[in-house]
């Protein structure tokens, strides 16, 4: 049942039976300032949302044309104390009523982090409260865990606005790290794209990210109507780079600009043909490399016999075309495949809050109040296995990635 569709009467009732209950759930605050979405959530231990609250700052950095550090953490200093207060009031419940307080502290923009963690000690010294610090990829690889059950290990490959990298999941905070972005990740690759095809001035475009505007676009595309090379086809490991491919789609529109003496900010006649052909390439890239992952982790007898999983989150796992060039690779290996909805691959509290839960129900990672703590703006996921994987130089059967949505 969706806790917030609940009438003040059922919810004074449940408090009344949480305070009879001899055996109380408990209950994590969780909160996320990594990046630009300002985010809090209260969960109890099975997962249910009871509260929660999320401030996204994307279209002023779409209006800016990128995040700027020193506006993001204006905006989360602004709006931190409304959105922790939202989601507990959202859940009826009372700091004092928390087991733990958890948020991320690492990695992510030094000056959004340094919001959320500044908050949150001040809020676990006062109401005297446990402390779990996240890490934000973490919390993202296993939010999957809340909607369903999922065994460790799995594979995990995570794609957003900052980050691109694939890993398997041995246990809450064990991963082994398969491969990760030599320079950009897609997300940001596509936003620079849209911006470079000045998708804002599009009618339908104005108001949603780089990644989503591709997506649309692409849907009315030709993708074969231009040929964008697949990055890094002469390297055998599972790293990932966007930034060659953003270069030659750069040069794709210069050229088109001058046949069609299309100024700055004008749209291109063919902008849905590069976006289409832009996401493919994308898309072809982020599969053949998870390709990869799935056969080393195979040969390496790294992942279970029954029912192998791979779970994909991020911001641009929203994208169906992406999902469906990755889906062809798990049908083909029998892997199933996962993937929260689009309102959980993005940043938000609700992750945090789960990851805190897991980290409770482990006692792993759990400090007083009284403990001091840093935020790290870079911090890599788990054991790096990057080296074994590229000795292992794995090569994969060709599979036709065509996708009709
Ligand atoms: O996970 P997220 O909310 O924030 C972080 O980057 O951590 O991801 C945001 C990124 C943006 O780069 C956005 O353009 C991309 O995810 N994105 C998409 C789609 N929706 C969001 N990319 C491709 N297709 C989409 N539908
Ligand atoms: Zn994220």
Redesign the pocket.
């Known amino acids: 049942m969706n806790p917030r569709a609940l009438t003040g009467p059922v919810r004074f009732w449940m408090r009344v039976r949480r305070g009879l209950s001899s055996v109380r759930p408990r209950l994590v605050l969780g909160i996320e300032t990594s ?3 300002t985010g809090a959530a209260v969960l109890d231990e099975n997962g249910v949302i009871l509260g929660e609250s999320l401030h996204s700052q994307k279209q002023t950095h779409l209006d800016a044309g990128g995040i700027i550090p020193t506006v993001a953490q204006r905006l989360h200093r602004e709006n931190i104390s409304r959105v922790v207060q939202e989601a507990l009031n959202r859940s009826s419940i009372e700091p004092c009523e928390l087991t733990a307080v958890a948020t991320t502290v690492k990695p992510g923009l030094a000056l959004s982090l340094g919001i959320g963690l500044d908050f949150s000690l001040k809020f676990v010294r006062l109401h005297e409260k446990p402390f779990i610090p996240i890490h934000h990829m973490e919390a993202h690889a296993l939010t999957v865990r809340m909607l369903q059950p999922v065994d460790f290990p799995f594979l995990v490959l995570l794609v ?4 691109s990298l694939l890993a398997l999941a041995k246990g809450i905070d064990e991963f082994l790290l398969l491969g990760q972005t030599l320079d950009e ?4 690759t ?2 620079k794209i849209a911006r470079r095809l000045s998708l804002r001035n599009h009618p339908e475009c104005s108001t949603v ?4 505007a ?2 649309l676009l692409a849907k009315e595309g030709n993708r074969h109507a231009f040929y964008f090379r697949s990055p890094m086809g002469q390297q055998y490991d599972c790293n990932f780079s966007f930034a060659g491919l953003r270069n030659q789609v750069t040069m794709a529109i210069n050229q088109k600009e001058k046949e069609e003496g299309v100024e700055a900010g004008q749209l291109l006649s063919c902008v849905k043909d590069i976006a289409a052909a832009s996401q493919h390439t994308v898309a072809s890239h982020i599969a053949k490399r998870t390709h990869r992952a799935i056969l080393f982790c195979k040969a390496r007898g790294l992942l279970p016999q029954h029912n192998p999983t791979l779970v994909v989150s ?3 796992a ?2 169906e075309y ?1 999902r469906q060039t990755v889906k062809i690779i798990t049908d083909s290996t029998g892997l199933q495949l996962l993937c929260p909805p689009s309102k959980l ?3 938000n509290g609700v992750m945090i809050a789960w990851n805190g839960i897991e980290r409770l129900k482990h006692g792993k990672g759990i400090l007083s109040h009284t403990e001091d703590v840093r935020y790290e703006p870079k911090a890599p996921l788990g054991l790096d296995m990057t080296t074994e994987v590229k000795e292992a130089a794995i090569k994969y059967p060709p599979l036709k990635l065509n996708i009709v949505l």
Do not use: K, M, R
Not at 160 to 163: R, W
Not at 209 to 212: E, V
């Open positions: 990046c630009d979405e957003s606005g900052g980050h990740a897609p997300g940001d596509l936003d990210s780089g990644g989503q591709i997506e991020g911001g641009v929203s994208n992406i691959c993005t940043d």
